[in-house]
């Protein structure tokens, strides 16, 4: 199955379909792209803002779900941005935290207001 994400006027990902690999001539990416477009397009009664989308990210480094934005100068989807505080890391389109993760086999979770994680007691 070719995976393809329907955009909204701001590139947000609103809907996600699997397309048959017959529809797509079971083309790589990138040929296979212009054919899914095709196809939704007529499909979807005219409808045109579809990207395709990787199931393993083998392309646009994640796989577009609801919510997540495609950014085209980064030829990628990005997820929502989890807290005000992180930065997106360009090259591999993850938002990442002030502070890394704590090592260790303890859980934590992120705390916004001191920007620390909190280890979560059970």
Same mark, same amino acid.
């Given at each position: 199955?070719? !995976?393809?994400?329907?955009?909204?006027?701001? %590139?947000?990902? =609103? /809907?996600?379909?699997?397309?048959?690999?017959?529809?797509? *001539?079971?083309?790589?990416?990138? #040929?296979? #792209?212009?054919? &899914?477009?095709?196809?939704? @397009? /007529?499909?979807? &009664?005219?409808? @045109? %803002?579809?990207?395709?989308?990787?199931?393993?990210? !083998?392309?646009?480094?994640?796989?577009?779900?609801?919510?997540? @934005?495609?950014?085209?100068?980064?030829?990628?989807?990005?997820?929502?941005?989890?807290?005000?505080?992180? @930065?997106? *890391?360009?090259?591999?389109?993850?938002? =990442?935290?002030? %502070?890394?993760?704590?090592?260790?086999? %303890?859980?934590?979770?992120?705390? /916004?207001?001191?920007?620390?994680?909190v280890e979560v007691i059970q």
């Amino acid at each position: 199955m070719a !995976n393809f994400a329907k955009l909204d006027d701001q %590139n947000v990902v =609103v /809907e996600v379909i699997a397309v048959a690999n017959a529809v797509v *001539d079971d083309l790589p990416f990138p #040929e296979s #792209e212009a054919l &899914g477009v095709a196809f939704l @397009t /007529e499909w979807s &009664g005219g409808y @045109t %803002n579809w990207k395709q989308t990787s199931y393993n990210a !083998n392309f646009r480094k994640n796989l577009a779900g609801i919510g997540y @934005t495609y950014v085209p100068v980064l030829d990628a989807f990005v997820p929502p941005k989890p807290y005000p505080s992180w @930065t997106l *890391d360009a090259l591999v389109c993850a938002w =990442v935290p002030p %502070n890394p993760y704590p090592s260790g086999e %303890n859980m934590y979770t992120w705390d /916004e207001q001191s920007l620390q994680w909190v280890e979560v007691i059970q």
